[in-house]
């Protein structure tokens, strides 16, 4: 039921909007246009504003809680940005939700719109894995047990296939091929990406090598 009221009083505001435009002088077409512009522009500058607003409050909330405590895991989130990537998570979701009511009069626009916030997403979601990894890597280099260990290659390759399997999410949903048609697409390729990540790829292997010699 507040959900239905929200979004009757979101749609309400729209058209108050547009009527306002019209008793300036605009045509009923222009003013469809007109408002639809305006109010994308303020869809996206709340969204923004919100987005600012739980950064700075997601950041000051881990900042005192890492006074509190003797880890430093936590003081590594805070230097890999991670309040902020966690922040965008919710304007995201609620304009997500917002979108059909945003473009109501351009229907066509919708989808390309929810994909964009897909892609948002998908890419929200890498960030903050390899913040949470980069993080720990941090922790654990200060960590005596853990210096000589190739954490840092290990971070490196995780990255790789975050970022691989958010570019074949991000390729499927552009193209709405399925995610086995794109590897399928993707075996001719597959050469270059190897010769992309090579050294990534053997120092990985030439860390893990030096590693267990030291074991």
Do not use: C
């Not at 607003?53 to 003081?75: I, K, V």
């Not at 902020?84 to 979701?93: C, E, N, Q």
Request: proline share 3%; glycine share 6%; no cysteine.
């Amino acid at each position: 039921m507040t959900q239905t009221r929200s979004i009757v009083s979101f749609s309400h505001l729209k058209d108050e909007l547009e009527l306002l435009l019209q008793q300036v002088g605009f045509s009923e077409k222009i003013t469809g246009i007109l408002g639809l512009v305006l109010f994308a522009v303020m869809f996206f500058i709340v969204l923004g504003l919100l987005t600012k607003l739980l950064s700075w409050l997601f950041t000051e909330a881990l900042r005192r809680f890492s006074l509190s405590t003797s880890s430093e895991f936590d003081d590594h989130l805070l230097e890999q940005h991670m309040p902020r990537y966690l922040a965008r998570f919710i304007p995201l979701l609620i304009g997500f939700r917002l979108i059909p009511l945003v473009f109501r009069e351009l229907p066509q626009l919708i989808e390309p719109v929810q994909h964009f916030f897909n892609i948002f997403f998908i890419v929200l979601i890498v960030r903050i894995l390899r913040a949470g990894l980069k993080a720990g890597r941090d922790t654990l280099n200060a960590i005596p047990t853990y210096r000589d260990k190739p954490l840092n290659s290990y971070v490196q390759v995780a990255s790789i296939i975050l970022t691989i399997v958010a570019g074949i999410l991000i390729f499927s949903l552009l193209t709405g091929k399925s995610v086995v048609a794109f590897l399928t697409a993707m075996g001719a390729a597959s050469a270059v990406l190897l010769l992309i990540f090579k050294d990534s790829i053997l120092g990985f292997v030439a860390s893990i090598q030096i590693s267990t010699n030291g074991w």
